[in-house]
């Protein structure tokens, strides 16, 4: 199987900035697109972005020209760069990655244990 392992979440202040890390692992044999999704209290879970193993990017709008990802192929790895962060940034964020395994042989989606971002002075 596949696990996903997601690091980075914290307190910080409206307008700092963090960076969160997602680490996949097992039996691997490739990875396409991978993500980040949040969840803030009450509401559903939403995209916030996503890159292909190609390196196509898309950002929900609320978060364009705030925040990058980016991924390590070789490392099996995705990061959220999150700048001028806003209380609204408040979630609790989840890595995502569309996976094919080795054993046995099977795509399927998985997703990280979440890690809290929480925005607030």
């Known amino acids: 199987q596949v696990q996903l392992v997601e690091s980075g979440g914290a307190l910080v202040q409206p307008g700092g900035s963090l960076r969160l890390s997602c680490a996949a692992s097992?039996?691997?044999?490739?990875?396409?697109?991978m993500g980040w999704y949040r969840q803030a209290p009450g509401k559903q879970r939403e995209l916030v972005a996503t890159?292909?193993?190609?390196?196509?990017?898309n950002y929900v709008d609320s978060v364009k020209g705030r925040f990058t990802i980016s991924r390590d192929n070789a490392k099996n790895t995705v990061s959220l760069q999150m700048n001028s962060l806003k209380p609204e940034d408040t979630a609790v964020y989840y890595c995502?990655?569309?996976?094919?395994?080795?054993?046995?042989?099977?795509?399927?989606?998985?997703w990280g244990q979440g890690t809290q971002v929480t925005v607030s002075s």
């Open positions: 890159i292909t193993s190609g390196g196509s990017i």
């Open positions: 995502n990655a569309d996976v094919r395994t080795m054993v046995p042989i099977r795509r399927n989606n998985y």
């Open positions: 097992g039996s691997i044999l490739n990875i396409y697109a």
